[in-house]
């Protein structure tokens, strides 16, 4: 019966109760559906997004309204990337460029279009931008005729003399390569052949070239000849082309066959170097 009268209220405190309820859901749906800051980010955001499309539309109006500048070149040093953008075909380009490996140059726009055989339309659209060298253009009005390239003559010089400030004047040789050739001189006793430059660690092709341009031998070195039937292995070992497993080979086969009688009798030795025995010859002494 105690419990029972905590469930029994009177009319009018039913009534406060449902109102009191009616007001909580009323508060909520409030707070869901009619929050003015929803509406101000709502309009926020939409603010944005009108803007961005502003600037996207003019965008896309100044990409149509877009015209590439193209500035004067000269036609000789086309590039396939550049053709492509000028509205040249692949084979097109190909046919200027396989001029241009012939050592000529197109002097007109007229000479373009043979060598090329683009279309008139594009000739007419390109060629204005055309730029040749002053010598051309005076050519064709004063009958010019530009200066001919004068070959100039290289003396070279006795790599065997040459000094570390000689070497340095090679493009790609620094202090480190420099000494590197001299100690490799030094311990030979000379170089008797350019092809030797092959052998000093370092050196580049492209600097072995250089190299060979602007140096000689111009006289063989006197050089200590390797007594190479009585040398031993230490002895054969402070030649650069002997390494330790060639000089006591060279000991072995000596020892088991008797004295080397030629250079030609060094080839027969398993893992000698063949291909330098007209350079290795010369520092022997049979």
Do not use: H
């Not at 944005?48 to 036609?75: C, G, H, M």
């Not at 092809?195 to 600097?207: A, I």
């Not at 070239?209 to 039937?229: C, M, R, W």
């Amino acid at each position: 019966m105690k419990l029972k009268s905590y469930f029994q209220y009177s009319k009018s405190q039913r009534s406060g109760i449902f109102l009191l309820v009616a007001l909580c859901i009323v508060c909520q749906f409030a707070f869901f559906y009619l929050d003015p800051r929803s509406d101000e980010d709502s309009n926020s955001e939409k603010q944005q997004w009108i803007s961005l499309q502003t600037i996207v539309d003019s965008l896309k109006v100044e990409k149509q309204n877009y015209t590439p500048k193209i500035n004067p070149f000269n036609p000789n040093f086309i590039t396939d990337y550049k053709g492509n953008k000028l509205g040249m075909s692949v084979v097109e380009i190909d046919r200027l460029l396989n001029y241009r490996k012939t050592n000529q140059y197109v002097n007109s726009a007229s000479e373009f279009q043979k060598v090329t055989q683009v279309s008139d339309s594009l000739l007419n659209a390109i060629s204005p931008y055309f730029k040749f060298p002053d010598w051309v253009n005076k050519s064709k009005n004063n009958n010019f005729k530009p200066f001919e390239k004068k070959t100039v003559k290289i003396i070279a010089l006795d790599i065997n003399l040459a000094t570390k400030e000689d070497l340095i004047k090679i493009y790609g040789i620094g202090p480190a390569l420099s000494d590197r050739i001299l100690k490799q001189k030094e311990v030979l006793g000379g170089f008797v052949s350019m092809k030797q430059m092959g052998d000093v660690w370092g050196l580049s092709p492209e600097v072995i070239e250089s190299l060979n341009q602007y140096f000689k031998v111009a006289t063989l070195p006197k050089i200590k000849k390797i007594d190479i039937n009585n040398a031993s292995i230490k002895e054969l070992m402070l030649f650069p082309y002997f390494k330790y497993a060639l000089a006591k080979a060279i000991v072995t086969y000596r020892s088991m066959n008797g004295d080397f009688k030629n250079s030609e009798d060094l080839t027969k030795i398993n893992g000698f170097p063949s291909e330098k025995l007209d350079i290795i010859s010369l520092y022997l002494e049979l």
